[in-house]
């Protein structure tokens, strides 16, 4: 087994150990387009000394404690009433040509690498939930600001991680993946608690769509059920499920081709996801008839 793999195997066992905290938010789970969208704008553990500052500057390192693996960040700008930061990581040896590596004391490593993941985080989440832990060193947050701010096209190449071609299934790439997903949470939107409200997507499996294709009809984009309108969203190939007013933030239970979903909040629209090979022939009256929805006393 490879020195890298055996390193991406050490990190999944720390995720796989995290623990859940009372009171806090559930796990959010990013969708693959995000993951990608996020990429694309990119081309056991001893916590340390507890020190809150009232200044937050540009290259403070701070360490968010909520799970057995910490997620660690630098502030790397601010933009109006947000801060502009990266995510660092200890398992330097998994990062990409577009990581910086940096020298950085901390009881888990001396070494850490400045991820391409960029957070949006507010001066009241890193002053209270945060834990200021040092600062970079100047010429790092040098080199960082000149890279994002297109000054320099590369890191230098002594102080980066490793080039991969993307999309084979190397163990650089799903882990930036794994950590943009694992520190999606703490982007600035996702501290309001509308935004852990349950997730309204859902998928429709392909063997429950087959018999659409023998069902007949005409090509329609709204059907009106008892106590909802679905509508097909052409431009974006997805179905919108609009519920009836008297059912929006009532526990409810949703049933699509036999398939069960509940809620406690029902939201006033679901999206239903359709599988790829069925965008272009979609019979709304078919799918309309087998969904029902009844409020849960």
């Known amino acids: 087994m490879r020195l890298i793999e055996l390193i991406y195997n050490e990190y999944k066992k720390a995720l796989s150990q995290q623990k859940e905290v009372e009171g806090k938010a559930p796990e ?10 996020i990429l694309k704008t990119i081309n056991k553990i001893q916590p340390s000394i507890i020190e809150r500052t009232e200044n937050i500057e540009i290259g403070n390192v701070y360490e968010y404690l909520n799970e057995n693996l910490p997620i660690f960040f630098t502030i790397l700008d601010k933009t109006g009433d947000l801060y502009i930061a990266l995510v660092m990581t200890p398992y330097w040896q998994l990062s990409s040509d577009k990581a910086l590596i940096v020298d950085f004391e901390h009881p ?3 070494k850490f690498a400045v991820l391409p993941i960029i957070l949006n985080l507010d001066e009241e989440f890193i002053k209270n939930e945060a834990i200021y832990i040092g600062k970079l060193k100047k010429e790092d947050i040098d080199i960082l600001q000149k890279f994002y701010n297109g000054e320099i096209e590369e890191l230098p190449k002594d ?3 490793l ?14 993946k794994d950590e943009i997903e694992r520190t999606f949470k703490l982007q600035a939107f996702a501290q309001s ?10 998928e429709l ?14 090509e329609k984009t709204v059907y009106r059920g008892k106590n909802f309108t679905l509508f097909y969203n052409k431009e974006e190939k997805i179905l919108e499920l609009e519920l009836a007013e008297e059912l929006i933030d ?10 069960k979903y509940e809620f406690e909040n029902l ?7 359709i599988p790829e090979e069925f965008k272009d022939n979609i019979n709304i009256d078919y799918i309309g008839q087998n969904i029902t929805i009844k409020e849960v006393k």
Do not use: T
Not at 250 to 259: D, N, V
């Open 28 to 37: 959010f789970k990013v969708s693959k387009e995000e993951v990608d969208k």
């Open 108 to 110: 888990i490593s001396n």
């Open 159 to 161: 102080r980066r991680g």
């Open 163 to 176: 080039s991969y071609p993307e999309g084979k299934g190397f163990y650089q790439e799903q882990f930036l």
């Open 193 to 202: 608690p509308e935004f852990w409200e349950e997730e309204a997507i859902i």
């Open 205 to 218: 499996p392909p063997e429950r769509l087959e018999k659409q294709l023998l069902a007949a009809g005409e």
């Open 250 to 259: 009532k526990p409810a239970a949703l049933e699509i081709f036999g398939e």
């Open 267 to 273: 939201p006033k629209v679901i999206q239903i996801a």
